[in-house]
């Protein structure tokens, strides 16, 4: 998996709505990064039901004493995943945003995609996991509240949309925020078929996204 640093702040900011314990916030970074990296691989493989505690602390070398002086429960060891991923998230699009160099909505839209498929940081593991949580979880027992993985995606979106309307490279007579969700859809789609094992090759992917796209919505 990728060398991540796990915010302190967010790490503060969860200490604070009691999803972990501060004996958490204590640990060496390396030991926070372990139990991270172990949880994800391990909702990704076996799901949210398929998972239990003893799982976790067998694969990430802690006791189940240990485990529960740092999480209130399994459920709250998924929530903490959750929310340092899509933290993670959260500044990897920033990112894209800010290096973005092209004007046209086409080229922009296929810059986005191109950054978030093929050029990935996401390691396999965390695209499964992406994968289970954006489609999969359906667990009564866990709820979440605004939690939308694909949410920063869509915002960049929405903004390629609006300017496209403004410059005439797309249609103004259809609402931008719909028009915007249906491409944040379809971005989604090919982003999954990459993330499994039905990808499509690279070029007739790119083809399909900008052709689909513009014979629907140009100007």
């Known amino acids: 998996m990728r060398n991540i ?6 790490i503060a900011e969860l200490v604070d709505r009691k999803v972990i314990f501060d004996t958490f916030r204590r640990l060496t970074s390396d030991k926070k990064k372990r ?3 172990t949880a994800v691989s391990l909702f990704a493989e076996y799901g949210y ?7 976790v602390c067998e694969k990430a070398s802690i006791s189940k004493g240990s485990f529960f002086q740092y999480f209130p429960s399994k459920s709250h060891l ?8 899509d933290d993670y998230l959260q500044k990897w699009v920033a990112e894209i945003r800010r290096f973005e160099t092209v004007v046209m909505a086409k080229d922009r839209l296929l810059y986005l995609y191109q950054a978030l498929a093929i050029n990935s940081r996401l390691f396999n593991d965390e695209e499964r996991f992406f994968l289970y949580v954006s489609s999969s979880m359906n667990h009564s027992t866990v709820v979440i509240e605004g939690i939308d993985l694909g949410r920063h995606f869509k915002s960049y979106v929405d903004e390629i949309i609006s300017r496209g ?26 982003l999954r078929r990459q993330y499994t ?21 140009r100007a």
């Open 5 to 10: 640093l796990l915010d302190e702040n967010i």
């Open 35 to 37: 139990i991270y990296q």
């Open 49 to 55: 039901d398929g998972l239990s505690v003893d799982m």
């Open 165 to 190: 309307v403004e410059t005439g490279e797309i249609r103004g007579d259809v609402e931008v925020e719909l028009t915007g969700y249906l491409v944040s859809l379809i971005i989604e789609g090919l």
């Open 197 to 217: 094992d039905k990808k499509m090759p690279l070029n007739e992917t790119e083809e399909y996204l900008i052709t689909f796209l513009f014979d629907g919505i």
């Open 78 to 85: 998924f929530e903490f995943v959750i929310l340092i991923f």
